[in-house]
């Protein structure tokens, strides 16, 4: 695989990042490392938690298509800002981050990035108690 994406995962007490593919092409299961992480902090993983999903796009065009056909699904609208040549784009909701749930979601995610010109960049939250 040629390509890498980078995930960041922003929490209350500090921030993680780390590579989503290695250079074998494995993946890493950085959804898990997270929910890992938040468990470490004490976190409920019962209850919901406002997840902010991270995007970096080429294009204003790109981000527009993707926050177009997500808010089409019944998503909240994104934050979408230009800044240095990219173009970041924030989504954010109420949800149970559980392992299945975030798995999928950076599949989906991942693709339509991937289709528009851009990176999913992976999530953050801060711990629930």
Known sequence: MGRKTVLLCLLLVGSFVGSFCHADGLREDKDAKTLEQLKGLGDDSKKEHKVDF???FKSEAGAKA?????????????IVEASKGRVAMILSKRLV?????????????????????GEYDGWGTEVEK
Do not use: C, H, I
């Open 66 to 78: 993707v926050a177009d056909e997500l808010t089409k699904e019944g998503w909240p609208n994104p």
């Open 97 to 117: 981050p559980s392992l299945t749930r975030m798995q999928s979601l950076r599949l989906k995610f991942d693709a339509l990035a991937f289709k528009n010109d």
């Open 54 to 56: 991270f995007f970096s």
